[in-house]
């Protein structure tokens, strides 16, 4: 399976942006979703996530802010993210969980996602 990343871009604080994760090679069904974002000099830090039954979990940074979502028939998952901070600004990739983790264990997963595509860059600057 591949994962794609695209939508990001450059907007104001405060302002509002959705990425988009495209799935290929296998359906999108079957798998739980993570977004996961890095600045340069730190570590993959996980984002958000959505299980194959719908339900979400979110860091505590983003809570309230953003939203996950997914599209099983456009096998695409999507990250709506509202009231952009300036320390939201990154590189931000989509995943699939590690086989032996879902959902809960968000925070622990960067490490161990087996593998990466390429990211979108999310610039929130005034």
């Known amino acids: 399976v591949q994962l794609q990343a695209s939508g990001g871009g450059l907007v104001h604080p405060g302002e509002s942006l959705r990425v988009s994760c495209t799935v290929s090679?296998?359906?999108?069904?079957?798998?739980?979703i993570g977004w996961f974002r890095q600045v340069p000099g730190k570590e993959r830090e996980g984002v958000s996530c959505?299980?194959?039954?719908?339900?979400?979990r979110y860091a505590t940074s983003v809570r309230g802010r953003f939203t996950i979502s997914r599209d099983d028939a456009k096998n695409t998952v999507y990250l709506q993210m509202n009231s952009l901070e300036p320390e939201d600004t990154a590189i931000y990739y989509c995943?699939?969980?590690?086989?032996?983790?879902?959902?809960?264990?968000?925070?622990?997963?960067?490490?161990?996602?087996?593998?990466w595509g390429k990211g979108t860059l999310v610039t929130v600057s005034s």
């Open positions: 995943a699939t969980m590690p086989s032996d983790m879902s959902c809960p264990y968000l925070y622990y997963a960067a490490p161990r996602v087996p593998y």
């Open positions: 090679g296998s359906s999108l069904h079957f798998y739980d």
């Open positions: 959505i299980s194959s039954d719908g339900s979400t």
